[in-house]
């Protein structure tokens, strides 16, 4: 049986809820309620503008650049050839692109390599410095400051492929016999008869290197700078996000030497990056480099722009 606390505990909750719900009948919550939630369908719809007008300045910008690259990169490096070297990473888009903007500035095309995952990952550093003493040229030598495997391989790599303006070339033959031996053993990939003498070198990588990528940035930027420095000059480009962590860009950019080696681009895969290269390839002719684009490290977004305000920590 009921009890009579218990009846009136049940009338007290009945009161409570007829209560409550003349309290929200009355609006007072509902139009509270609505007029947050309004607010924050305006602040939504604000936003949602703002994002509209990016977007639409942004195309804007990238219409103009695509219009206007022709015009800023023709003849830029005419009567120069340039050699295109490819890191594992690299995009082939990126590759394309960049091979199409050198054609645009009237370089000579001096051909396509390709260093492979064996040897950025340096897992046979004893072959490969067996194959590079073996393989430099008769009456050449290499720097002897360079020991590390990377820029051992970079010297070489120069001195069979690359030139300064007024010297010449290392002779075919020997250019052909050093690289078949790096490519039998694994270490570079490139189509027969399709590499040729040049005095401007561009580098192409891709994004940011992974985490468990070891060694492999170093590596590869002290040999873009060895290779470069036996050219006339060279660039080292890579897509947004690529001058980060221990990737090539990011270590040339942290090293005086290897900076002033090597120009380097980090928004290739953009319209801005790849006019950028060929202006840096021009100023690597009069033997200046630079750090240029949007990334950590880089001085101006691009040639003959002001320098980049020095980051505060955060």
Partial sequence: MIS?????????????ALALGLFLGSGFVGDRVNSLTGTSRDRVGDLEQQRDELNAQVNAASGFDAAIAPRIMADRLKGHSVLVVTLPNAADSDVDSAKEALSTAGATFGGQLGLTDKLVRDDNAEQVRTIVDQTIPPGATLRAELTDSGSRVGDLLGTLLLHRSNQPAAAASDSQTGLQTLRDGGFLTYADNAIRPADLVLFVSGDALSENAGAQGQLTARLTAAMAARAQGGALVGRSGSATGGSPIAVVRSDPALRNAVSTVDNVDQ????????????????????????????????????????????
Wanted: no cysteine; glycine share 14%; net charge positive.
């Fill in 4 to 16: 009579l606390r218990q009846h009136a505990i049940s009338l007290v909750a009945v009161f409570l």
């Fill in 271 to 314: 319209q801005t990056g790849l006019i950028t290269t060929i202006l840096a390839l021009g100023e690597e002719t009069q033997g200046r480099s630079g750090s240029y684009g949007t990334g950590a490290g880089a001085t101006a977004i691009t040639v003959g722009a002001q320098p980049a305000p020095a980051r505060t920590p955060s």
